[in-house]
Every structure is written in C-alpha cells, then in structure tokens.
C-alpha cells in the first residue's frame, strides 16, 4: 500500500535539530477538529498534536483567557503571589476531587515527573523505583530512567540516578516481588499512551495502590496524556477509582500553551519545604489561565460526557477494514490493526485523516479533542472501511 507517512520526511534542512521524522504536510490553520495543509487541503484531526488539543483549536474561551491575562499580566515568578495561580491550582484540585489537593506548577510532562521523583526519594530516603513495562515518562535523567527501553534507545546519560526495576504491565503478582521496603516510588501511567493506548484496569492499579501501602512506597500516577479528562473522567484515577499520592497531568491541561502539573495529598505536600522544589516559568499567569480555561471549558461544555458517548460509537462503528479491536478508554484509543499501524495511519492520510502510531507496531492510536461529535467518527470508519483488511 502506497503510504504518505512511509516517506516521512529526516531533512531538517534548515536550522532545527532533528526531534521527530515528520509528516509530509505542513500545517498553516487549525479550527476545532480540522486542520489546514498548506496549499489548502484540510484534514480531520485524530492525533490532537499528541494529545495535546483536548478543546482543539482556536477554542473560544481559551483564546479569549489568553488575551485577558496577556494584556493585564504576563508574566510574574512564583515569589511574587498571583490570585490566578492560586484559582488555577483550586480549580485542578476539585476537577479532580481526589484529595490531592496541593498543585506545583510546571511546565512539560518530563518535568512534572522529574520533581514527582526526587520528592518521593527525598521523602522516603529510599533507593529505588518500579515502573512498568511499556510505561513512558519522559526525556529527563529520572523520567527517562523509569521509561521502558529508553537506555538501550536513547538514554544519554551515563548512568540512572537510582536503580529501577520494571514489572509486567499485566501480572498484578508480580508486584509483590518489586516494591519493597527499598522502594521509594511506584510510577505508572493508568492508561499507558505511547504504550499502544493499554489501560492497566482496576485489579492492576488496586494491586499497585495496596503494595505501596504495605511497604509504605509512594505511589504517583503519571496522567500527562491520559489525565485532564482525555479518559472521560477528570483523570484515569477516577476512571478506576484508584487513588495515587501524587499525580502528574499536561498535555491537554492547557491545550497547547505549555504547563504541566504535579499534584500531591496533604500529607506529603506538608513534608515539602521551601527551596525543595522551584522554577522560573512554571506557574506563570499564562499557563494558569490557560489551564483555568480548559478546566472551565470541560466542566461547563460537558465534554467529559461527549468523551464518553463517542468513545463508545468509535468502539461500536471504528472496527473495520484492517481494524480488528479497539483498547483504551475515552479518547485515548488504540485501534488493533492486521497490517503495520504506519501503513493504515498513511492510507488514512491519503484520505485526509490525521491519526497517531505507538509503540505497539500493530496498534494505530487515536487522540482526538474533547468536542469531536459522531458525524466525524462516520468520516474515520468510513475511510477504514475503503483500506484492505
Ligand atoms: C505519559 C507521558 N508522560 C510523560 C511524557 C513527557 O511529557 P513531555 O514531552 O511534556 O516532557 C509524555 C509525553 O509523551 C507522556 O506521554
């Protein structure tokens, strides 16, 4: 099959590094759901800047928040108070309503997870951490040591700084053997992203969230892509009814302007002291009121119901052509495929529609804004329909 992402394009001819290989279309607009290729063709949107656009694009409250707070305060640092900051920070705690209750703002999934780290060694003096198989965190020295295959890929560092064991993502008994009076932290993504769009499901996180208590480990749930509402619930927390110590969220949390979070219960956020953790940008009023605005947008649009109505019709309609099941939840799907996920994901740009790959070769993965409606999912099934199984 002729596929448009097989010829991605490695020439950064110009002055960027090398990040990603790219698609071969270059966006110039994007409005709600669609985007807009230079020379005018337009694409529907399932991939979300990965999942980073829950509201999708040029959201009206979100764009009107953004120039509110830019004409009347930019930017101040965390020592100076800002009534935003802290409204943000209240309005994250109870969209979450899981008692986690304390916000440090920062400002990317890596770092959120990098802090979420040395706080629970800090606070623990303990000498290691589990993470699981598939799981992915981050770039940083510590996320990148807790994300599966990261040193045999690209891991810079000459060494990890603390031990790490991985588990099974899908063996709740192999638990016990891992976390033990040694272990600082137990970090886990309950719907791993990267991982192909895998939810550990209830018996895992339970089995996770009873062994911390036991040896008395920490336990952080890394919602940087599955937070923020993308499961249908405010976090893959609530979708299972599994609470964490600390939770880290980004990515949709504000909807493209960078800022990230790492949330923690009373009872660790009263060990922090000043000068534990800081930052210069994170907190910033502009990410807060973006944050605000996208929280604001999700509580008053319903959109954690309409996340939920059509992950069920793309469960119900999406298992078709080179499609054979359907795993995640919400919007954070991965769609099984016969055929490598790259081919399908091309077939499906050549039709104009913008998907996303994973780890799982064989798993296409889906990641779509929040305000996606059942007429678009007609164009997705309908296009999947016309690929050869
Ligand atoms: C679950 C998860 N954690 C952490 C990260 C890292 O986030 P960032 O790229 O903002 O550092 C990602 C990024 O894809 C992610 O999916």
Redesign the pocket.
């Known amino acids: 099959m002729a596929s448009a992402v097989n010829s991605l394009r490695d020439a950064h001819a110009g002055h960027l590094a090398k990040v990603f290989a790219q698609y071969p279309i270059e966006i110039v607009r994007g409005d709600g759901v669609w985007l807009q290729a230079r020379g005018g063709r337009k694409y529907l949107d399932f991939y979300g800047g990965?999942?980073v656009a829950g509201l999708g694009y040029g959201h009206p409250r979100w764009l009107a928040a953004l120039e509110r707070q830019a004409r009347q305060m930019s930017f101040q640092t965390n020592a100076l108070p800002m009534a935003i900051r802290e409204r943000a920070a209240a309005k994250l705690a109870k969209f979450a309503g899981l008692d986690l209750d304390t916000v440090f703002w920062i400002n990317?999934?890596?770092?959120?997870?990098e802090n979420a780290l040395k706080m629970a060694f800090k606070m623990t003096g303990r000498s290691n951490a589990v993470a699981l198989e598939h799981?992915?965190?981050?770039?940083?020295a510590a996320?990148g040591a807790v994300t599966w295959g990261a040193l045999e890929k690209w891991y810079g560092f000459p060494r990890t700084p603390f031990d790490v064991r991985f588990s099974p993502r899908d063996r709740p008994a192999a638990i016990e053997a891992l976390v033990d009076r040694d272990t600082a932290a137990v970090i886990v993504?309950p719907v791993?992203?990267?991982g192909g769009a895998y939810g550990l499901g209830k018996p895992m996180l339970q089995a996770l969230r009873q062994r911390c208590d036991d040896v008395g480990a920490i336990l952080i749930f890394?919602?940087?892509?599955?937070g923020m509402g993308r499961t249908g619930a405010p976090f893959g927390a609530n979708h299972y009814g599994v609470t964490p110590d600390m939770l880290?969220t980004?990515?949709a949390l504000g909807n493209g302007f960078?800022v990230?979070a790492l949330m923690l219960s009373k009872r660790l956020a009263r060990q922090i002291k000043y000068d534990d953790m800081g930052t210069t940008f994170g907190g910033g009023p502009m990410a807060c009121a973006a944050a605000e605005a996208v929280i604001d947008a999700i509580v008053g649009e319903s959109l954690l119901a309409n996340v939920r109505t059509v992950s069920e019709y793309i469960r119900a309609t999406c298992v078709t052509g080179p499609v054979t099941g359907i795993q995640g939840a919400g919007f954070l799907l991965g769609l099984k495929t016969t055929r490598p996920a790259k081919e399908v994901q091309g077939a499906l740009l050549e039709k104009g529609i913008l998907t996303g790959t994973s780890g799982d070769a064989q798993v296409l993965r889906l990641l779509p804004a929040y305000i996606l409606t059942e007429g678009h999912v007609d164009q997705l099934s309908g296009a999947l329909a016309q690929i050869p199984p």
């Open positions: 990965h999942a990317s999934g890596a770092e959120a997870n799981g992915w965190h981050g770039r940083t996320a993504e791993q992203g990267v890394d919602e940087v892509q599955c880290t980004a990515k960078p990230s």
